[in-house]
């Protein structure tokens, strides 16, 4: 992931060097300067750090680096169709943006939206904007719905497992660049470990228990 990006700016280094020595001294400089916090960031956003996976399997583990923003009691229409507890996790730039199954079981669903870019934040991102929706069942048949959503700087949402495929707990399943949004929807019953306003990081914070 990533490997576009950095060729990128590969090929920018490469034409800076046959350019440098007919530029003038204060423009090196600039450049240079911006050629390197350019490639900082593109490092920063696609690194994937290695992070121990937390509780058992009953846990729902974190899918993403970011912020809660969301802990509601909701109505999910497009799988489920049942009430649950939706918990929203918002990414900005700076977080790491790789995403992992927050429960192992088997993939009922799988679907892409494709929609607009609202911000991530906004209430009706969730069902307008571009989007993936997967649904993990667990070995004893509770389901978790996990929803990718592009943001307002997000272009591109990618997505691993197939329908029926199995997946593990604290697997890598997507990606979005640049500025996003992670969306899980529990069984009502669910313990809530998080609160609003919560920093949380994948694999290491748990979402909640399920019994």
Known sequence: MGVTFLVTVGLIGIVW????????????????????????????????PHRTIRGDDHMVICPADGKVVVIE???EPEFLKTECIQISIFMSPL????NYTPIGGKVVYQAYHPGSYLVAWHPKSSTENERTTMVIETADKQQVLVRQIAG????????????DSKVERGEEFGFIK????????LPIHATICVQI???????????AKLV
């Open 17 to 48: 060097t046959i350019l440098t020595p007919i530029l003038p001294v204060y423009l090196r400089i600039a450049i240079s300067f911006l050629a390197f916090a350019f490639l900082g960031i593109i490092v920063q956003f696609f690194r994937v």
């Open 95 to 98: 977080n790491v943006h790789a």
């Open 178 to 185: 640049f500025g996003s949004r992670v969306d899980v929807f």
């Open 152 to 163: 307002a700087l997000a272009r591109r949402i990618c997505f691993y497992p197939e329908k």
């Open 197 to 207: 306003g919560d920093l949380v990081k994948n694999r290491e914070h748990i979402l």
């Open 73 to 75: 009691r909701v109505y």
